[in-house]
Each structure stands twice: as C-alpha cells, then as structure tokens.
C-alpha cells in the first residue's frame, strides 16, 4: 500500500510517465497555471495539473477531493480511450454510454490492481455472513463501517462491487471493488465513517504493489501463544488464558499481583470455525487478562494433543497457589474429553538441577515431539530439556547470559556492562533433525542481540543466524527454510510495538518478509502449501487474533 509520506515521491513520477503521454493528447497544464478561475478547468498547485470539462462537472458532481483526490496528470489516451488519472481514481471518456454520468465511467483499478490475486486467499468467494449485504454477483459481502461508507458516498456507481472480504493489507483493514479500495481508520475522519479511501491512481501509475496481506483467521482469543499445524490440516493454539480471582502471586512482570483461574484452553481453527476443544486450563493473570501466563504451547501428534503449563518463577513460588500450583511448570496430555492430566513437572527438574546456574527459575515455553520423546525450551530455565517416554528429563543444552551495554537510563558510568539472559522461547526441528532455538533475551532487550541456536544431542550448540530482537516464535516451511517471528521488533522496551517476520536461508542470511501489521505477535505455524499463521495482539485480551499471510 501507498505510504503517505512517499506521495510526493510517486506524484512526481506520476507527472514524469503522463508527460510523454500527454504531450499530442492535451495541452500542458502549466498553460492553466493562472487561469484557476477559468469555469471549465480547475487547476492545483499541489500536483500541477488541472480537471476540465466534462472530467471536472463528473469530479466535482460525485465526490471530488474527497473520493477522488487530485488529478496527477493530464487528459490523455490510454488503450483508444481519453482518461485522466486521479489519485484515487482513472476517469473514462465514453461519450453517449452514460449520459447521466456526463459520459465518464470509471476505470476499474481496483480489479486491475488485484487482478494476480482474484480468486484466492480473501478475493476467493465468500459465504454470506449475517448481518451483512452479499453480492451474489461477486460473492463477497459488504459489512459494517465499509457498507455505510458504501452506501452513503456512491454505492455501485461510484465504488462498483466488491471484490474482495476484508482483511489487513500493510497493517490496515482494507476491502477491494471494482473501482476502490477501503482503508478503515478508525478516528481519523469520524465524518466519514471511519473509511479512507486507498490511492489506487497513484499505484496503477507508479506501479507500486501492496504488500504481504494479513488475513483475519479467528478472533477474541484469549491470550494466544504457541500454535501448531495438526494432522487434519487444522491450526492449534495455545491460548493461555485470563487468570482469575485467585490465588494469587506477586507479578513477575512488575506491580501487582497475578491471579490464578480455570481460564487456559486450546483452540482448533478450521474453516473459519473456532472450536476450543479443551478448556480449564490453568492460567495465572494481572486483572483484565493482562501478563498471561499458562498454556504455552501445544502439539498434536498421532498419540495424542500435548502442551506445556508455564510459570515464570522460582517453583517454589507455586505452593502459594495451593493444590493447584503444582500444575504450573509442567507438561500435559489433553485428554479426549477436553481435561487435562500432568505427566511430567519440569518446574521440579529445575529445582533440583537448575542446569543454569543462576537464580531457579522455570517457565517451559516451546515444545516439540520426535518419536515418543519430547523437547521443551525452558525459558525461564534458560535451557533445552529432553523428556523420555517414561518422563525422566534430561538436558540438551544451556543458554547462559553475556555481558551487554547498561541502558543510559540506568544512570550507570558509561561502558557499564551488565548480565543479559538468554530466555529461549521459539522451538523447532529442522529438516536436517536438529533443534533450533530462538532467544527472546532478557532485560535489557538489546535490539540486533537475539539468535537463533542450532542445536544436535551430544554437540555443543553453535549460533545459527543472528542479529534478531526479541525472538517468540520459529518454524519451518515447507521450503525448507526457517522462518522467524520477532515480538518486538524494535525491543520491549521501546514505545512502539511492532512485531517482524523473517525468512532465513541455510548460510544464516535473513529477509525480512512483514513488519507493518503485526503488533505483540506471540505465535508461528507454516502449514504444507506455505500458508503462514501468526497469533497477533497476542498480549492484548480481547484484541488477539490469528492472521494469515498471503504473499
């Protein structure tokens, strides 16, 4: 999508293409410049061109700035036809077709515009959803905020039919039609519903392309985290829930305290549909849902579905919660009736061996299967476990700290250096077999300081790729490629809270594939046609989601 700040940029480009364009079609605009008073043409100093004659009575009748910006070239001839690009619109001369449209009709950029995307992903045809107009004409239907846009400022005429479902394009809620493309922004012009109007004109002259699509795939979800791939096809996810009324713990994350509730569940996400097939789980949280912890992660293997509890604190902190504590800080099997049964406490493994020699910590994050055994990232452990299948727990690998730079704002001398931990969080096996582990990091959150390890029983393990921030989630694709999922991209410790996803190749190099649109992303799965899911706003209860990305 157009960045606003680069409008000047592709105007000016704009301008240089209709040049040689206009050149035998039209007069020059600049012969206007000065006569803006001239009743037949109207012309602006922001793009130095000018609307006239029956484009100008069609411009100014249905919408003008508002709907279609400025003109960014001049009146010239396009496939036979005399058009005038605008930035959000291409006017047509058809004279006699549409007489009561002042013999314009409009181009239809939105379908050109999408025309490789036609028929997938949030282009393909849609049931109707309730409360919503379906056009069976193009089988998408019109919701909300975008249809009273619709509805209000031209309907079919103006905007055409839709074309498209809504989803999230560069980080905005967009929906395509024929001649438009809507942008929700909601507070940004309350006049108009909410609804911006995407500048296709500028795209189709510049030939700029949108990039990744975000579509939505689920919605409320409470808290989700770790998500897998099942052997039906469907998308599992952890959701670790909204605590509840207690008993409670002092907040690891800072003030207050966080509270325990039955709240935990796993969600399975087919065909639109959420069902949560096993709920009760065991959640610890702030009020309103905030700093979540419960289940972590899930996977689902022919034996069975199985997932890990989280704690984020010394075990022994979990006797403060009573019975239910000692359900903190393990791993479980999901039974066939949605209830849970504890098979293995690794939060006791860190006590008793605390493989990291620091503070007894344990938070089991990521976790895997191979065969009948399993591997668990312990990022409060700061280590790779292995558990047998008769659950004795072993450990593969250790993350200690390193010394980094102290942040200014701590007020110490400069060169002061202080321990930062690893926190492994994203876990996955690689085609090759072996374990790769992405460090979240600890405070201080040094940008470019995360890695991911390459991890083989019996071998050290050796730095894979680096140069990452704040690593939650990776996975593999079917092309064999890691793909790496960053919670904030920019640091936890920054205002801003964008999310990154990145493709790394086998020497280590990475590509960034999408920034804008991911915000708090706690969640990575890669299904076998390369589809990817992210869980977003996956610390923020009520707004989380799962998106998929269309590239």
Not at 386 to 404: C, E, K, Q, S, Y
Request: aromatic share 10%.
């Amino acid at each position: 999508m157009l960045k606003r700040h680069s409008l000047a940029v592709l105007l000016a480009l704009a301008m240089a293409l209709a040049t040689v364009a206009t050149a035998a079609a039209a007069p020059s605009d600049s012969t206007l410049a000065g006569q803006q008073t001239e009743a037949d043409c109207i012309y602006f100093e922001a793009t130095q061109h000018s609307v006239c004659f029956g484009f100008k009575a069609y411009w100014e009748k249905f919408g003008g700035l508002a709907i279609f910006g400025y003109p960014i070239t001049g009146e010239f001839v396009e496939n036979g036809v005399t058009v005038q690009y605008f930035e959000r619109a291409r006017f047509e001369w058809h004279p006699g077709v549409w007489p009561e449209r002042y013999d314009v009709l409009q181009g239809l950029l939105g379908t050109q515009l999408a025309a490789d995307r036609l028929g997938t992903g949030p282009f393909a045809p849609a049931a109707p959803v309730q409360g919503c107009t379906f056009f069976g004409a193009t089988g998408h239907n019109l919701c909300a905020g975008f249809q009273s846009y619709w509805e209000k400022f031209g309907g079919l005429a103006i905007f055409g039919y839709p074309i498209s479902e809504e989803f999230v394009e560069d980080g905005v809620t967009v929906q395509y039609f024929e001649r438009a493309r809507f942008e929700w922004h909601p507070g940004v012009w309350p006049e108009r519903y909410d609804v911006l109007l995407g500048l296709l004109g500028v795209r189709a002259i510049s030939g700029e392309q949108p990039g990744p699509q975000f579509v939505p795939i689920a919605a409320e979800l409470n808290n989700p985290r770790g998500m897998t791939i099942g052997p039906d096809g469907a998308l599992y996810v952890a959701e670790a829930g909204l605590g509840g009324d207690g008993p409670c713990l002092p907040n690891p994350e800072g003030d207050g305290e966080v509270c325990y509730g039955p709240t935990g569940s796993i969600a399975r996400i087919a065909d639109g549909q959420v069902e949560r097939i096993a709920t009760g789980l065991p959640s610890l949280a702030a009020p309103g849902g905030a700093s979540a912890t419960g289940v972590q992660d899930v996977i689902v293997t022919e034996d069975g579905i199985y997932a890990v509890i989280g704690l984020g604190a010394d075990p022994a902190a979990r006797e403060q919660l009573g019975d239910v504590g000692a359900d903190f800080g393990t791993l479980v099997r999901i039974n066939d009736d949605g209830t849970y049964t504890v098979l293995v406490d690794i939060a006791a493994y860190e006590t008793a061996e605390n493989p990291e020699p620091a503070a007894v910590d344990s938070n089991p994050y990521s976790l895997v299967a191979v065969d009948d055994h399993f591997i668990v990232a312990d990022a409060g452990g700061n280590d790779l476990l292995h558990i047998d299948g008769n659950g004795t727990i072993t450990t593969l690998a250790v993350f200690g700290p390193r010394m980094v730079d102290a942040p200014p704002f701590l007020g110490l001398p400069p060169g002061t250096q202080i321990p930062m931990e690893a926190v492994p969080t994203g876990l996955t096996v690689g085609p090759d077999g072996a374990f790769y582990v992405g460090e979240l990091t600890g405070f201080p959150f040094q940008v470019g300081a995360a890695r991911v390890w390459r991890v083989v029983p019996g071998e050290d393990p050796e730095v894979f790729a680096e140069g990452f921030t704040n690593i939650v989630d990776t996975a593999f694709g079917p092309d064999g490629r890691l793909y790496v999922l960053e919670i904030a991209a920019d640091s936890l410790l920054s205002e801003t809270s964008p999310g990154a996803l990145y493709r790394v190749e086998a020497d280590g190099t990475k590509t960034l594939l999408a920034r804008d649109g991911l915000v708090m992303s706690t969640g990575l799965a890669i299904d076998d046609e390369g589809t990817t899911y992210i869980a977003n706003f996956g610390v923020v209860p009520g707004m989380s989601q799962v998106v998929g990305l269309f590239e």
